[in-house]
């Protein structure tokens, strides 16, 4: 583990925020002055693919970055575009309906929720 990348990680641990490369490299340039943003990017492929973080890709220009890799639910908002953690269990009965119905090995599911966050409705009104 580099310390690029441990930083990298603890900037993601840090925060429930859900935040994109761009904020991860401002944080990160406050820890080690000189990280670029190419860096970053790389060392959050190397985070994802050794499992520690999650991706959240929502088909928009940028990625989100997770530092919970845990099986959780996320929402987002449609009118600010925070992405928040639900808790809630993952449903685990749901893979083994997809699996007996289609017969696929089904190592894991992602659910989203959209709609309004708390403080977007409380705009509306």
């Excluded at 970053?40 to 989100?64: A, C, H, P, Q, W």
């Excluded at 685990?92 to 709609?115: A, N, P």
Aim: with cysteine; proline share 2%.
């Amino acid at each position: 583990m580099t310390r690029q990348r441990q930083t990298i990680l603890e900037i993601l641990r840090s925060t429930s925020s859900h935040p994109t490369a761009d904020w991860i490299h401002a944080q990160a340039r406050k820890r080690i002055s000189n990280i670029s943003l190419g860096t970053v990017y790389r060392n959050l492929k190397v985070l994802k693919e050794m499992g520690e973080i999650v991706e959240l890709d929502y088909g928009s220009t940028f990625s989100r970055f997770d530092g919970n890799p845990i099986s959780h639910y996320h929402f987002v908002c449609e009118e600010c575009g925070r992405v928040y953690d639900i808790d809630l269990p993952v449903d685990q009965g749901l893979e083994e309906k997809v699996r007996q119905r289609t017969g696929f090995e089904i190592r894991s599911h992602r659910t989203e929720f959209y709609g309004l966050c708390l403080e977007c409705q409380g705009r509306k009104d």
